[in-house]
């Protein structure tokens, strides 16, 4: 396996892994390739992949968002979980944020992955906001890393 920064040019693929990943967890209609590039239109992304054998099984998208570096999405595929890929993602963006002047690393995430919000918690991420939904699994946590 090997986990790399990459670009949009895997943005197809990215959108093709992801769509079983948060449609067996979040039970809706996950995002579009045209709802993934209105997202990041205006942004300037950072994209790192998960491969096995050429395929990818884990990416994150993440950018600048209030002077912080924002995980927009973390997707690593069912089969391959609890295997420290979720977690070198994660490493790969905190790593990419220091390096870039970041002082922290945030993220959101609905009540429904529960898998994410105990890595985030392991990782060291507290939670600074909740919005709640009237349906509790989609009410969401929003999580920061500050660096020291």
């Known amino acids: 396996m090997e986990i790399v920064q990459s670009n949009n040019t895997e943005l197809n693929e990215i959108v093709k892994t992801n769509y079983p990943i948060f449609k067996d967890i979040c039970g809706k209609e996950p995002y579009s390739l045209s709802q ?4 990041i239109k205006e942004k300037k992304p950072v994209f790192f992949v998960a491969k096995e054998n ?7 998208i993440a950018f600048e968002d209030n002077n912080s570096f924002y995980i927009w999405i973390i997707g690593v595929s069912k089969n391959k ?3 420290g890929i979720g977690s070198k993602l ?3 963006n905190e790593n990419y944020a220091r390096k870039n002047g970041f ?3 945030t993220t959101k995430v609905y009540n429904f992955s529960t898998e994410m ?5 392991k990782r060291g991420y507290t939670i600074t906001r909740i919005d709640n939904a009237h ?14």
């Open 54 to 60: 050429h395929k990818l099984i884990g990416n994150t």
């Open 135 to 148: 349906n509790e699994l989609y009410s969401a946590n929003h999580y920061c890393l500050i660096f020291k």
């Open 36 to 39: 993934y590039n209105a997202r």
């Open 90 to 92: 994660l490493e790969l």
């Open 117 to 121: 919000k105990k890595l985030l918690k």
């Open 103 to 105: 002082e922290s690393v």
């Open 81 to 83: 979980r609890n295997k």
